[in-house]
């Protein structure tokens, strides 16, 4: 049987090959285990392993070294089989190629300083760890780079980085952007926000954590919303004059209008009343006439009718005529002051209701009070849009009963109310 002594040349290079593939192996298992801490016995094994391969590989070097004449020391491997050899090898190199694949996943499924060194690396935030002294125990690839446009250097010391964080040191291209916050802009044209933690468990206290946070985006876009804010203030305040302006506007059209209207009512009654007089025409016809320019000097002047009741009820008709039915649910005021106002008021949440609620009862409650008169004038019409108010008309009713020492509420939620109170006349108190 050959012997390893007494075999080939040829054999003899690949076993030490195979040798030294196995050696390599063996030492790499054994860094790995010794950097992820994985126990004595296992470190001790594969130590002692590779040693025992170690001496195994001189064994081999001294009979090849024999077998060609080179050396005069005996040979240590001269009884032994040559295929114990290759078939030892062969699976060594297995077991080795085995464990190393066990190191692999380990490593994958096991977290170490490695495994979280790189992961600090990865993270596109800063971060560093300094002790209660300001020696910096940790520190990631971007707080690295974030160093070096901060203070010109690598970040070895905490105070360093904190005297430009806090305003104490100004460096060139480093703009402070919030006094209250640490907020730089950077020569890069970035944005960083830095923060400080104080680590509280049991394993890290004393230790404080910094982290710079990439608000590059937040802030700008912030800048263009407070940029558009300031616009649309400033258009809004525009709109607000613009809109005074056009309520004052419409009310002086409203005014105007309405004064063309009775103008031309008055102008026409006066007309026809001087045909009727020359011309000798019929009394009620002349008496229909006289009733229209009463109607307008009321307009014009605010001056009821001597009959109240009457003037009440030609409101009414007035109302009707336009397809509006008025219930009055109490007593009215006969009072020549009071009567006016109240007059005034169902008017105009007749012509409300027409214009703008489209509805077709108004509803009117009055009654009798110990200060006065109090008048509630609801319809039935649509409830008014979101944002309503008085527009000209109401406001001049508004005046009128404010002049005249009385009170008057408007609402439009949920639906529209006028409520007027109104005192006594002094011809009424006694």
């Given at each position: ?18 040798m030294e ?7 790499w ?22 040693l025992m ?16 004449g080179?050396?005069?020391?005996p ?12 078939a ?46 300001g ?11 974030l ?13 360093d ?10 460096v ?36 404080l954590?910094?982290?710079a946070f990439?608000v590059?985006?937040?802030y700008?876009n ?5 940029m ?15 809109y005074?302006?056009i ?33 000798n ?7 229909n006439?006289?009733e ?20 009440y ?15 009055i ?14 007059d ?30 109090k ?15 008085e527009?000209?008309g109401?406001?001049?009713?508004r ?7 009385g ?24």
């Open positions: 049987m050959y012997s390893y002594v007494t075999y080939s040349v040829k054999l003899h290079n690949i076993l030490m090959v195979l593939i196995s050696l390599i192996l063996e030492l298992i054994f860094f790995s285990r010794l950097i992820r801490s994985a126990g004595l016995k296992k470190i001790m094994r594969i130590g002692i392993l590779f391969s170690f001496v195994l590989m001189c064994f081999f070097l001294n009979d090849h070294r024999y077998q060609i080179e050396n005069n020391h040979s240590f491997l001269l009884k032994i089989p040559i295929w114990i050899f290759l030892g090898m062969s699976l060594l190199i297995i077991c080795l190629c085995l464990l190393v694949r066990n190191e692999i996943l380990t490593c994958r499924k096991n977290i170490s300083a490695w495994s979280v060194k790189e992961t600090m690396d990865d993270v596109p935030c800063g971060v560093c760890v300094s002790d209660s002294w020696r910096i125990v940790l520190s990631n690839k971007k707080m690295r780079e160093s070096r446009m901060l203070i010109g250097a690598v970040l070895q010391n905490y105070e980085l904190k005297q430009v964080l806090d305003g104490n040191k100004s060139q291209g480093v703009t402070r952007l919030s006094p209250e916050n640490s907020v730089l802009y950077l020569p890069n044209g970035t944005v960083w926000m830095f923060q400080n933690y104080m680590l509280t468990e049991e394993e890290v206290a004393g230790y954590q910094t982290v990439d590059t985006e937040i700008f912030s800048e263009k919303i407070r558009k804010n300031e616009k649309l203030e400033l258009l809004n305040q525009k709109l607000k004059k613009m005074e302006q309520d004052e506007s419409i009310r002086e059209q409203e005014t105007l209008k309405m004064k063309m209207q009775v103008h031309d009512s008055f102008g026409r009654s006066l007309l026809t009343i001087r045909r009727m007089l020359e011309g025409k019929e009394p009620d016809y002349m008496k006439q006289l229209i320019l009463k109607q307008s000097v009321y307009i014009l002047s605010g001056i009821m009718q001597d009959d109240t009741e009457k003037q009820e030609e409101s009414i008709k007035h109302a009707e005529k336009l397809g509006v039915s008025v219930e649910e109490g007593e009215l005021c006969d009072e020549y002051q009071v009567a006016l106002i109240t005034k008021a169902i008017r105009e949440c007749i012509t409300n209701c027409i214009r703008h609620a489209h509805g077709r009862r108004v509803y009117v409650q009055s009654h009798k009070t110990r200060e006065g008169w008048v509630c004038i609801t319809n039935d019409g649509e409830r008014p849009k979101e944002g309503c108010r527009g000209g109401l406001s001049a009713l005046e009128v009963v404010e002049r005249d020492g009170e008057m509420t408007t609402k439009f939620e949920p639906e529209f109310l006028l409520a007027l109170k109104l005192p006594f006349s002094e011809t009424e108190e006694e």
